[in-house]
């Protein structure tokens, strides 16, 4: 990729397609009940739900007289959060600061804020953070929306023969699309680009539309032929049809321009639609689904005008709808939680079908959509965010960090009940949006490395996956209990207890690690057969276990790019998940519980499982 290219991405990344416009998003009362308690270097704040609120937005102020500004965790998207408890590590021990909470009923419509209050984060942490689980109270099945989608590069990239680090980029692609499949439970794969060129589409001839889908057909067989469905975003626009063929992103010069004829887009979606359905069957109806477009509210996705992209909305529902009327289609597929609010209120007046809505954010836990979508009548309406992550800024080195796989944690915790699939971006660091990989860690988005090594945020996802289908009572007190230390907890038919338990704050300016931020934590397991055993392992992800960064970094001499060969097998014999201390047998005392000391620094992530002996 050209340097050029990668410039124009970074100066327009930030800007809009165009302003808001549209929608009846209220504006909400700002929520009662805000508290601020201080603790060990943090301060965390609660409030009361509003009616109607997809989030929050916390204000900060260095005196009561202000100046008021949003609080800022450096996730560099969206800085509003979707719930309470919200906890601020950006302030200094000893010095007071100043809060406010306002809700938003869409990402851009903020409420009045609330009445402040305040608070002085201490020196120290007050005592231990305890963690209760009830292993007698099951609250319903473990939810897992890590399953539904996971993201990718364009998918032609793993028919790719090119290597990267000297690693052939299709088969390892391939592999990290098989291994989420069997390891972490996915099924479906979102990526971009199914229409561009490289797949040669779509051309005229003497003016004349020709589509040729045999491009199309390598790369959805080879999909389906890893357990795995396609999420057909449909983009970006083949060259001969674009209104300006000259209006590109990324490296691959993907065309983000409306179509220049709106009836031969129908019928290229449309013929496609129904290709897809001929080849692949049913399947076609029962699995897969279309969104339209790719974050088309900002500049460097979309050449047209917001109105534009309602047209390539509508054109293109009805192009697969006409198809068959049970075909799954949505969108907006948006950047930082924005456009939901128009799409929905244009689909009201146009009759468009929304089957679900999609978007994206980053650096925080995705917004509750649900209100809004009580609003216009559909609640139930499948949400997506079809792209989520720790940071939207590629070759981030947050992303190869511990900080990223607690912080994943976080997020699917927040997302279960009330979100239907929340996918990471993206698989693998094979990718080529802005220039491939330059060196094994380059602060990649993927979850695994080229050379297929697991970062930390692998082993978070992995560890969920390892939980029990039985989700279980648990509450978090103390200094930093439920809004620094967070907890899930699961059993499984044979009695089997697992605990997954994280340190973490948003703020990243602290994600290389904050001693003052760790916290020793009690974890109580109740409602066990008193005088029975158990077999306990602690799995461990932090700066020395399951850290592919750590491991890199004692092997590298200073400027090396890649592995050597006996670099690589070193990489790789320690590329599985550790074991903070050896496993031991533990006896549940006379009223049922097993108790466990944890040292969790921040950031760190734990899994304590409990194995009947037998």
Known sequence: MSADARADWESRIGLSSGHAFGGSAPRLPPPGGLRAVAGGAQVTLTWSPVKGAIGYQVHVADSADGPWEPLDHQGRDVTSVPHPPYVDTTGSPGVERWYAVSSLSDVHVEGTPSSMVS???????????????????????????????????????????DTSGGRVVGEELTAALSAAHAELGVTHVRAHGILCDDLAVYREVDGRPVHDFTGIDRVYDHVRSLGLYPVVEISFMPHDLATDPSKTVFGYDAIIS?????????????????????????????????????????????????????????????????????????????????????????????????????????????????????????????????????TPTHFNEVSDAVFSGAFLLRGMKSAMGRIDSLAYWVVSDHFEELGRPPELLHGGFGLRTVGELRKPRWWALAMMERLGPHRLAVSATGDGGDSLVEAVAASTETGEVSVVLWNLTLDQSKAAGSAALGRDVEVEVHGLVPGSSYTLRHDRVDEDHANVASAWARLREPGQAWPTDEQWETLRAADQLAQLEPERVVTADGSGAVKIDVELPMPSISQLTLDPVE
Do not use: C
């Open 258 to 390: 409306p179509p220049k004829d709106w009836q031969r887009w129908f019928d290229l979606v449309r013929e496609l639609t129904a290709h897809l359905v001929e080849r692949y069957g049913q399947e076609v109806v029962e699995q897969w689904s279309f969104e339209v477009w790719n974050e088309a509210n900002l500049e460097v996705f979309w050449s047209g005008e917001p109105e534009d992209y309602l047209k390539l909305y509508d054109v293109t529902a009805a192009a697969v709808r006409d198809v068959d009327s049970r075909l799954v289609v949505g969108g907006p597929s948006s950047a930082a939680a924005g456009w939901v609010e128009e799409l929905l209120a244009h689909a009201e007046k146009s009759g468009a079908p929304v089957d679900f809505i999609s978007t994206h954010t980053y650096g925080a836990p995705p917004l509750d959509f649900r209100p809004m979508l009580a609003r216009y009548g559909r609640s139930g309406t499948p949400i997506w965010w079809t792209e989520w992550g720790v």
């Open 119 to 161: 608070a002085t984060p201490l020196a120290e942490a007050t005592g231990p953070v305890t963690v209760e689980v009830d292993a007698s109270n099951v609250v319903g099945e473990l939810d897992r929306p890590w399953r539904p989608m996971i993201g990718s590069e364009h998918l032609s990239h793993t028919l790719s023969t």
